[in-house]
């Protein structure tokens, strides 16, 4: 049973940024989720985009296609954000994140149709996915959230505000799979509390699971 957090509490805005194709982003969006429920935390979404991240890069081949075919979504996106507004972005996300990560359904033109039709978007929407009309709006989110923290990450990126009230930006959580109720509450106790702690970098070792979800 999910627990609402008291709504006397000062709620802290999350803002995420996120590439519906990463597996990563993808779990930890579930997980701010989870807080949600249990803390008095409110995720807002925006969009990155890994395509744009690793232009002029070298990446390994098996990458290539993914960074060909991963402008669609993020465009789709962003011309979503821009007609209706960015409340938009957490169920469109949803819907598409559902399609490629559960279930398997690649980043082609039938899951973003389908993504918008759950997300109650029209299809004509579809029409950004081969445009650049919207690349530079797509480009200004994706520095917004990615400028901050720096050129040595990737995504999962999260904004909160620190002790003194000014915007903390962070890399991670990487986690897998997505902690639930009370341990997904006690995970945003810790991430705050070491977000906002002056001077503090790094965290990390090494990954030895895949993403899981579920």
Request: proline share 8%; charged share 25%.
């Amino acid at each position: 049973m999910s627990i609402t957090p008291p709504r006397s509490q000062t709620v802290t805005v999350a803002d995420m940024w996120v590439d519906p194709r990463c597996p990563w982003a993808w779990i930890t969006s579930r997980w701010l989720l989870e807080a949600e429920q249990v803390r008095p935390v409110e995720a807002r979404f925006h969009v990155m985009s890994l395509s744009v991240l690793n232009e002029g890069r070298e990446v390994p081949e098996k990458y290539r296609r993914g960074m060909i075919e991963g402008w669609g979504p993020v465009r789709v996106c962003i011309a979503a954000q821009q007609k209706v507004g960015s409340e938009v972005l957490r169920p469109l996300y949803s819907a598409m994140g559902t399609r490629i990560h559960l279930e398997q359904a690649g980043l082609g033109r039938d899951m973003m149709l389908a993504a918008l039709a759950d997300a109650d978007l029209p299809a004509h929407l579809i029409e950004a996915a081969d445009t650049t009309d919207y690349d530079e709006a797509l480009r200004v989110s994706h520095h917004a959230g990615m400028d901050p923290v720096g050129s040595e990450v990737g995504t999962p990126v999260i904004h909160v505000p620190g002790p003194d009230g000014a915007p903390v930006a962070f890399f991670g959580p990487v986690i897998s799979p997505t902690p639930r109720g009370e341990a997904a509450g006690r995970l945003w106790d810790g991430v705050l509390a070491v977000a906002g702690t002056d001077g503090f970098f790094e965290i990390k070792r090494t990954r030895t699971r895949e993403a899981i979800f579920d």
